[in-house]
């Protein structure tokens, strides 16, 4: 199905994990994990899809056509709707804002906008449960980007219960030092275990009470790789944040600070 029509574009935000604990290992290879999603715009990408001669062009900022560009997710992600629909004639255009390797999701983000924005450019008859299917096929995090508010997220990220939180009205950092962490290796760094709090109910009490209850398990092994990050963190209590942590598997850190 090749198809005329006006460029789309979007403004494609990154999250970060308000704890994060991995609590075991599955048959599948894949670790259970609860955890917050909450979405952030402190760093973005810009994403926009237009018509195009050929069957799929991927195109980052710097105008360069990059030759593996069926290993990008929005690549991918154009392919699983060409399969089951047909789809074809598009450029895929990706200016980079959120940093890769952090635990911001911004792959898994773009992911996610491109499986919707090509769902209505070419009116795919998807359902929305349809769509997570596709995204769960792209990575963990991506389903939590179709729905883009603060869930609470088990299984594999990708069932989410919708939370009540609301962080506009503090102030939010994220450093991401020039450290890449691989998330099947942080994965490899943790023995799992099951969790006594229940995430949704901590992250109500007062944002003081977060930081000794709240805990982000990949810490303890990606610090201990990288006692710099360690270092972030403590500097942003320092700085007086009301909490601090690594967010996914690193190796960006965000500090909640008051306005
Ligand atoms: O799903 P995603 O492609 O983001 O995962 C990257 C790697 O991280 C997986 O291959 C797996 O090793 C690990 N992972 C995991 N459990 C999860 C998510 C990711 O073990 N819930």
């Not at 804002?97 to 952090?102: D, H, L, R, S």
């Not at 969790?195 to 201990?224: G, K």
Request: proline residues 5%.
């Amino acid at each position: 199905m090749r198809k005329d029509f006006a460029p789309v574009a979007a403004r494609v935000n990154a999250k970060i994990n308000i704890g994060l604990q991995i609590v075991r290992k599955r048959d599948d290879g894949y670790h259970d994990l609860q955890t917050v999603f909450y979405p952030t715009d402190f760093f973005t990408d810009d994403l926009r899809i237009s018509p195009c001669d050929e069957e799929v062009r991927f195109v980052l900022d710097s105008g360069e056509d990059l030759g593996d560009s069926e290993n990008n997710l929005c690549v991918k992600a154009f392919r699983l709707l060409q399969k089951d629909f047909g789809i074809s004639g598009v450029e895929i255009f990706l200016r980079k804002g959120i940093p890769t390797g952090a635990g911001l999701g911004g792959g898994s983000a773009d992911a996610a906008f491109t499986l919707k924005l090509l769902a209505d450019i070419f009116q795919l008859p998807v359902t929305e449960e349809k769509l997570e299917e596709y995204a769960l096929q792209l990575g963990s995090d991506v389903p939590f980007f179709l729905r883009n508010q603060p869930v609470y997220a088990t299984g594999r990220g990708e069932v989410m219960t919708p939370i009540e939180l609301d962080l506009s009205s503090y102030r939010l950092k994220i450093v991401k030092p020039d450290i890449h962490v691989s998330t099947k290796e942080a994965y490899a760094g943790i023995v799992p275990m099951e969790s006594n709090i229940f995430l949704p109910n901590v992250l109500q009490q007062d944002i003081r009470t977060w930081r000794d209850l709240v805990v982000n398990d990949f810490e303890a092994s990606v610090f201990a790789k990288h006692p710099e990050l360690r270092e972030i963190k403590e500097g942003f209590y320092r700085d007086g944040a009301l909490y601090a942590s690594m967010s996914g598997s690193g190796s960006a850190v965000f500090g909640i600070f008051r306005q």
